[in-house]
């Protein structure tokens, strides 16, 4: 399931897509899947991320709550924080994340929650201080990260923003900060450095290589005109099965079949793209068809110009 301005995109088993207006998964579909997985965890889970996800806040909020209950667990706690703070109830969200905390130790996406419940409440100087903690629990979350990258450079312009990530990267494993700084150093031409960070970033992340440390990567040399060396760092870490699934329509996948598209390789191209609907995802097949179009128009360019020379 994924949402859109135009209704809730959904798919049967046979992997047929439909849409269907919001209103009527509101009123129809949605409690019936709440119903039908009430005292089944891994699925009430499954239903409350996409719920979620798709803006249905009110309607997700007792089923967060019951999935505490019969799951006393981070990520059901994770779940309810998230629907507290979406039906604006941050005072509510800041007294259920500090008896999380106590149950289950300093996690970053639970800080980072309470963080928001922080903001909601206007008490920003309580902010940082709960993003550092949040950091120090995980220095690879992204928002918690960006987050603090964002308060700097309000304050202080680049050289805080600059500053801050670089203290982040001294965290111990610290990977993502590592990625901040060589986009930077990507767009100053100084890609030897660039790439010292990215073995660095690679090193400390371990294996799997995490699926967005490899998407970031791919995207940013691409973007720098280092199709090449996107393709020769990134493609003997790809794994279509751990990097594949797409955040918005991109993924590590498409990064590298568009470096090879760069480079005049569309045969590795077609190769990258192949890998990814042999997971017959119907939720991925409308954007890889599309991906597979831009592909074709791609070859026949390339013989056109060929022809014309």
């Known amino acids: 399931m994924s949402g859109s301005s135009k209704g809730i995109v959904v798919y049967d088993r046979a992997g047929i897509k439909r849409v269907i207006s919001r209103e009527k998964y509101r009123d129809s579909v949605l409690p019936l899947a709440f119903s039908d997985h009430w005292n089944d965890a891994d699925g009430l889970y499954g239903v409350l991320l996409y719920s979620l996800q798709d803006g249905f806040f009110a309607e997700s909020l007792s089923a967060a709550e019951h999935l505490c209950e019969i799951d006393p667990s981070l990520r059901a706690a994770m779940a309810y924080a998230n629907a507290l703070l979406k039906c604006e109830r941050p005072a509510d969200a800041e007294r259920f994340i500090d008896a ?26 309580a902010v940082e201080p709960i993003l550092w903690r949040a950091l120090r629990a995980d220095p690879n979350d992204e928002h918690a990260l960006k987050w603090l990258e964002v308060l700097r450079r ?34 100053e031409r100084k890609f030897d450095d660039a790439a010292a960070l990215y073995d660095l970033a690679i090193e400390r992340a371990g294996k799997p290589v995490p699926a967005d440390l490899l998407m970031q990567m791919s995207g940013d040399l691409g973007n720098a005109g280092r199709s090449a060396e996107a393709i020769a760092r990134v493609e003997p870490l790809y794994d279509v099965a751990v990097h594949g699934p797409m955040r918005g329509g991109f993924s590590t996948g498409y990064n590298l079949m568009q470096s090879h598209v760069d480079v005049g390789d569309f045969d590795g191209a077609d190769r990258i793209i192949q890998s990814m609907y042999a997971l017959k995802r119907p939720d991925w097949r409308e954007t890889l068809d599309l991906h597979f179009a831009s592909l074709v128009e791609a070859r026949k360019r390339s013989g056109e110009d060929q022809s014309a020379g």
């Open 100 to 125: 999380a905390l106590s149950r289950y130790g300093d996690d970053a996406t639970l800080l980072t929650h309470l963080a928001s419940a922080y903001a909601y409440q206007g008490r920003d100087e």
């Open 154 to 187: 309000e304050r202080g312009g680049d050289a805080a923003s600059r500053a801050v990530v670089s203290e982040i990267a001294s965290l111990p494993g610290s990977w993502l900060a590592q990625l901040f700084m060589a986009r930077w150093l990507l767009a």
